[in-house]
């Protein structure tokens, strides 16, 4: 995968969410792009990253819904691309760091699967406090959507460094086949 390095930019992109006057300065739409890009040929290297592709694809029309004031008026469309948002996010993260280590090399860096192991579970639960947040937006529990958003943001910028690092060592270009102890 030769544009590996377009998905860390894509993700970034995508984890960074600046908004202004109702348009993201980021556009997400522009990070799933890239995402989609830098996930090209994955089928060749991992089935984990065929499907963050895939995600990263699904994220694109909930993109025009989230990062632009299009929709400002419609609440509950709204409501639902933020939904739909948090599941793609959390499904890009989490199948990022699967790929990562199941084709991390056995010999050496040891840090890779432990992050990878880090994000796989972390995505998932800060995506549930978001969610959980998101559903309860207006009684108590609405607080947990700004820890969510922000657990999710640390969680991507840490996917964002391992997936540039993964890049650099160069050993994700030669991968074909998953490692044989990938669970």
């Known amino acids: 995968m030769t544009r590996f390095a377009w998905a860390a930019w ?6 960074l969410d600046l908004p202004l006057l109702g348009w993201d300065v980021l556009p997400d739409v522009v990070g799933y792009a890239w995402l989609v890009i830098g996930l090209a ?3 060749q290297v991992h089935p984990a ?3 963050a592709r895939a995600a990263a694809a699904a994220g694109i029309p909930v993109a025009l819904v989230t990062g632009t004031p299009l929709f400002v008026d419609q609440a509950g469309v709204v409501w639902g691309a933020v939904f739909v948002e948090v599941l793609v996010t959390v499904l890009l993260l989490h199948q990022l760091a699967t790929g990562i280590r199941d ?8 840090d890779t699967r432990r992050w990878s192991g880090g994000i796989r579970v972390g995505a998932p639960v800060a995506g549930l406090v978001r969610l959980v947040g998101l559903v309860g937006l207006s009684t108590p529990l609405g607080p947990l959507y700004a820890l969510g958003y922000l657990g999710l ?11 540039h690092r993964v890049q650099r060592a160069g050993w994700l270009a030669g991968a074909t086949q998953p490692s044989a102890d990938a669970a």
């Open 153 to 163: 943001v640390v969680v991507g910028i840490v996917t964002v460094v391992l997936v």
């Open 103 to 110: 084709l991390a090399p056995v010999d050496g860096d040891s």
């Open 49 to 51: 990253f065929v499907r």
């Open 41 to 43: 040929g994955a089928a």
């Open 10 to 15: 894509g993700l970034l992109v995508v984890v």
